[in-house]
């Protein structure tokens, strides 16, 4: 599997993040799009266990039928065996309607960026190398009109993971929310231990800057016990926003919600395996469990 086609390849992490994606996109509007580590735009789809629990579960399901996540899936392939990347789905929503720019370390992947926007003619920059100095340079100014995908594209405690300037995705992500732009920060943790350090650093952006902020995690925690699941070791990711409208705060409550549903009565490997969902509101600094 090359670098570009995804780590989280039809996982169930895969469908949360991009249908969370696709309903705030679809809601915010941005001029420009920025995606920190975007991997590739489509790729061919794995079929073993994780994807059967993951994006084929949610593929073949009543609740996400209508979806665009689900549409645009269908339009791009899926049941010849391709999935997309994060990169087609802002496409696929935004259109011509916004400017695009894309980083990551894996030249390949760029190139499959790039070739897959030559189809609609869109406005497409691609930047090679580190995405953390990037968005970290003082050049590098953004507005209201701006969303920001930060994706660690790292499992587990790799948002922290320090670069040679001694940065991490958390140093993007404050000057993101501080500058106003739309922000969409996705994360996977191994562990409660890496879950709750997650928390603590988002809490103090907010606690420094004061931008509404709201995180909406899954947890697969009887699929992780599994001694079969190889494809990725994580207990649960999520997504934590900033700067978007109450809307799209709604919107993503929502699709937790449809999670939720959808996997009840899930089984991972013959086993149950049901998802517990939780919700982190740094408005009023409330924290509320639901599921499992």
Not at 133 to 142: P, R, S, T
């Amino acid at each position: 599997m090359s670098v570009f086609s995804g780590h989280n390849a039809g996982h169930v992490s895969n469908p949360f993040k991009h249908s969370s994606l696709c309903n705030v996109l679809k809601i915010e509007k941005p001029a420009r799009y920025y995606e920190t580590n975007s991997a590739g735009a489509i790729y061919d789809l794995p079929h073993n266990e994780d994807t059967e629990y993951g994006v084929f579960n949610v593929m073949k399901s009543e609740e996400f039928a209508n979806s665009d996540y689900a549409q645009i899936l269908r339009k791009n392939g899926f049941d010849s065996g391709k999935l997309l990347g994060s990169p087609s789905f802002a496409m696929n929503i935004l259109k011509e309607n916004a400017e695009y720019h894309f980083c990551d370390i894996d030249k390949d992947a760029l190139d499959n960026i790039n070739n897959y926007s030559l189809t609609g003619n869109l406005n497409v920059k691609t930047y090679l190398g580190d995405s953390i100095e990037a968005f970290l340079d003082d050049k590098f100014i953004l507005s209201k009109d701006d969303f920001v995908h930060i994706d660690p594209m790292g499992i587990g405690d790799q948002i922290f993971e320090i670069n040679s300037k001694g940065h991490t995705f958390f140093d993007v992500f404050e000057k993101v929310v501080a500058s106003g732009a739309k922000t969409f920060l996705w994360y996977g943790y191994k562990n409660a231990e890496i879950k709750e350090k997650i928390y603590d650093n988002i809490k103090k952006v907010f606690d420094k800057h004061k931008k509404p902020i709201k995180s909406f995690d899954i947890c697969w925690s009887v699929m992780a016990k599994e001694k079969s699941n190889k494809m990725l070791n994580l207990l649960g990711c999520g997504v934590a926003c900033a700067n978007v409208s109450d809307e799209s705060f709604l919107a993503l409550g929502k699709n937790l919600e449809l999670f939720n549903k959808l996997y009840e009565n899930a089984i991972y490997n013959g086993h149950p395996a049901p998802l517990s969902i939780e919700r982190v509101s740094l408005i009023q600094q409330l924290r509320s469990f639901y599921g499992i």
